[in-house]
């Protein structure tokens, strides 16, 4: 008698907490899918607002490929709404981890491939252009999408679905390829960490005493550009650890969301920093924040007038003061 009444207590409390899942899931789903609206809008004004400047730099175009891919990663509410809402075959689930996972990573490997240029243009700000070339940069662009599309094979590994999984990343997914996946982003970002922090050194001593050697001006200009990618790189950090501390704690049985809220919430700091890098080049690049608001304000002919016009008086100015100093 005991046991049944056990096994009738277990299964009430199942029951009870896949309701306040449901419950706490139909909030946050439509947050996060307003959200996804958001990373969509703002990464398709990227793309135009970077196609209509004069930005034509190999980070500009690793940003705008970026920018693509956040685009499909950053839809991921909408992918998995009807499974977490509801039930979703197997095949349909297992596909739609797939699609996120290639995504994903080729968005960190676009991330990684921007803290490499950087470096280089630091570094070697004489020879960047000589080694970093439009050519190079496209195939690159290409290497990305091959790269994401033979790592997001790992999702098909060891596969764990089950009808009640709600097609969760940490419940369908084999540990072995979340292992590997963890362990890949983590050394991107113990990669990006060690750049940064070289790169940090060299801006000191470059800003500490003022350069009078040829190349100095060239390597102002591109720890311009770099300190716009290094709080990119720590909104991503930011933004993302949180989500595979909590999948490592779950999959290893050291830590259990029983009621979601905690897991719905990580699930939307990723759309949050989708969302900021955006935010973050109009905040940093002023070519690019001016057209990046007009596209907003639908005056984007205006702007592009009003930054032309822009660069001609800058232009002139230049060239009355050079007459004046000889």
């Known amino acids: 008698m005991d046991y ?8 009430d409390n199942v029951i009870s907490r896949q309701r306040v899942d449901h419950m706490v899931a139909s909030i946050m789903v439509p947050i996060m899918c307003i959200l996804a609206v958001g990373v969509a809008v703002t990464n398709v004004a990227t793309i135009v607002a970077f196609k209509r400047t004069d930005l034509r730099e190999a980070p ?10 956040d685009i499909g990663l950053g839809m991921y509410p909408f992918y998995l709404a009807p499974a977490i809402l509801g039930d979703m075959p197997k095949p349909c689930c297992i596909f739609i981890l797939f699609v996120m996972n290639f995504f994903g990573k080729i968005s960190y490997t676009n991330l990684l491939l921007i803290t490499v240029d950087r470096y280089l243009a ?4 004489m020879h960047y252009y000589q080694m970093v ?3 190079r940069i496209k195939v690159l662009l290409v290497f990305t999408w091959l790269w994401g599309l033979a790592l997001s094979n790992a999702v098909l590994v060891g596969e764990r679905w089950f009808p009640e999984s709600g097609c ?8 072995g390829a979340i292992y590997f996946g963890t362990a890949h982003i983590s050394a991107d970002m113990v990669i990006m960490f060690a750049v940064y922090s070289r790169l940090a050194v060299i801006a000191y001593g470059h800003w500490k005493v003022e350069p009078t ?21 720590v909104s991503f950090v930011v933004c993302w650890s ?16 029983r009621v979601g809220i905690v897991r719905y919430t990580l699930y939307c700091l990723p759309l949050v920093n989708l969302l900021s890098n955006p935010l973050i080049y109009a905040w940093k690049i002023p070519a690019f924040s001016k057209v990046f608001k007009a596209i907003f304000m639908c005056k984007y002919v ?5 930054i032309t016009d822009g660069d001609h008086r800058s232009a002139i100015s230049n060239t009355s003061n050079q007459l004046r100093a000889k």
Request: no cysteine.
């Open 302 to 306: 205006s702007a592009e007038r009003q």
């Open 4 to 11: 049944f009444s056990n096994t009738s207590n277990i299964t």
């Open 242 to 257: 949180p989500f595979y501390v909590l999948t490592l704690l779950e999959i290893t049985d050291n830590y259990a969301d």
């Open 133 to 135: 070339t439009v050519a």
């Open 122 to 125: 630091v570094t070697r700000p």
């Open 60 to 69: 500009h175009y690793l940003a705008v490929n970026m920018a693509v891919s």
């Open 213 to 233: 050697v040829a190349g100095g001006s060239a390597l102002t200009k591109h720890l311009k550009l770099t300190k716009v990618f290094l709080v990119v790189v």
């Open 168 to 175: 969760s990343y940490e419940l369908v997914v084999g540990k």
